[in-house]
């Protein structure tokens, strides 16, 4: 079994853990990181364009002219699919993009996700987000000790007020818990920052 760094807010080691190759030493699976992708980003769609058709087009209620001898084709409507302001035909509905992935796929591309990042040494893992008090300056002073550069995404196995005081404020990094956890959360951030309660439940769960 491969072992990961523990370190604390101090950007200090204090223990090593073993984390297994089913979830951590296996190659990234790219079809299952598509397809979760995907699903969550239609997920998120509102799905709220409308278009308007040839009975909800205001005017049009006179016929332009004649059916015959104007020498010019037949017109029933100024407001036609065929006009210029006229109706939109086969347009966008309002629709409900979202669906959803079987278990065993959204699994698989959690265990590549995380694969991914500890075999570019981007995940991180600290014993606890011991926070004293609410203070951004304070805890973006921990990401920097943690070698955390740029985007990151922090994910905590337990509700921390002062966790979600002190981060919310920083460009650039978000906190979710274990159990909302999506593949997309951790490809879309460059690196990982996850307590030991959460990674270990995350095996439990992925194992």
């Known amino acids: 079994m491969a072992t990961v760094e ?19 030493g296996a190659k990234p699976n790219q079809a299952l990181l598509w397809e979760a992708v995907k699903q969550y980003l239609a997920s998120q769609r509102r799905g709220t364009h409308k278009t308007k058709t040839r009975a909800e087009v205001r005017g049009g209620g006179k016929k332009p002219w ?28 309002p629709r409900d993009y979202s669906y959803e992935l079987p278990k065993r796929i959204l699994r698989g591309a959690m265990r590549s996700a995380l694969a991914a990042k500890f075999q570019d040494h981007k995940l991180t893992v600290v014993d606890q987000f011991t926070l004293a008090a609410v203070k951004t300056s304070g805890f973006s002073g921990a990401l920097h000790k943690l070698g955390v550069e740029k985007t990151v995404l922090v994910v905590n196995d337990a509700a921390n007020r002062n966790l979600e005081l002190s981060s919310r404020n920083l460009a650039g990094c978000d906190l979710v818990r274990h159990h909302e956890l999506h593949p997309y959360h951790v490809l879309s951030h460059d690196q990982l920052l996850i307590s030991e309660g959460a990674l270990v439940r995350l095996q439990e769960a992925l194992g």
């Open 66 to 93: 004649r059916q015959k001898g104007t020498g010019r084709a037949r017109a029933g409507s100024i407001r036609s699919s065929l006009w210029r302001h006229g109706s939109i035909a086969h347009g966008p509905q």
């Open 6 to 24: 523990v370190k604390n807010l101090e950007g200090q080691t204090v223990k090593e853990l073993e984390v297994p190759d089913a979830v951590f």
